[in-house]
């Protein structure tokens, strides 16, 4: 009777050890499924250095470039100094991959107020660019003065009076 107990427990747990085993492996073969044959995990590839950085603008100088990590994933901060005699109110910094585009924006611009300053003459700020595509070059497209003013490439200007409408026609709520 011992024998038949012993026997009939290490057959259970062989067959706990299977089943465990084989959902396992099937679930994995299922997640790879989804995904596609030729996608791969959703992490970014590991950059070693930043992609080249190009300046659109004439009075913003970039005094230094990093390679950051936010989190899991990696960013430039870029120290922008605005070298012109008057304040800067919106700066746009894009890269352009794969037909897509990534920016960020620093807007002073409101639905009820006059414009904000975001850099003053003279003065550094540092901005934040993630989702960075090793090939394509990190520009820094276009700013607007505080006169009203504006300077930089054609698709960051236009993006930037894009958000400046937006911003100054108020945010549906």
Not at 30 to 39: D, E, I, K, V
Not at 70 to 90: F, R
Request: charged content about 20%; glycine content about 10%.
């Amino acid at each position: 009777m011992r024998t038949y107990l012993k026997v009939l427990s290490l057959l259970a747990l062989g067959v706990g050890f299977g089943v465990a085993i084989w959902f396992g492996s099937f679930g994995q073969t299922t997640r790879a499924s989804q995904r596609g044959p030729n996608q791969q995990s959703p992490k970014q590839p590991i950059l070693s250095k930043l992609p080249p950085i190009k300046n659109c603008v004439e009075h913003v100088k970039l005094v230094k470039a990093d390679l950051i990590m936010q989190g899991e994933l990696q960013a430039a901060a870029l120290e922008l100094e605005n070298t012109a005699y008057i304040g800067i109110v919106s700066i746009t910094i894009d890269q352009i991959a794969n037909k897509s585009k990534n920016g960020v924006t620093a807007s002073g611009f409101t639905p009820d107020k006059p414009p904000i300053v975001v850099i003053e003459p003279g003065a550094r700020k540092t901005l934040t660019l993630g989702s960075l595509d090793e090939t394509s070059p990190i520009r820094i497209g276009a700013v607007m003065f505080s006169d009203g003013t504006e300077e930089g490439c054609g698709s960051s200007l236009k993006t930037m009076r894009e958000l400046k409408t937006h911003d100054t026609n108020g945010r549906p709520q």
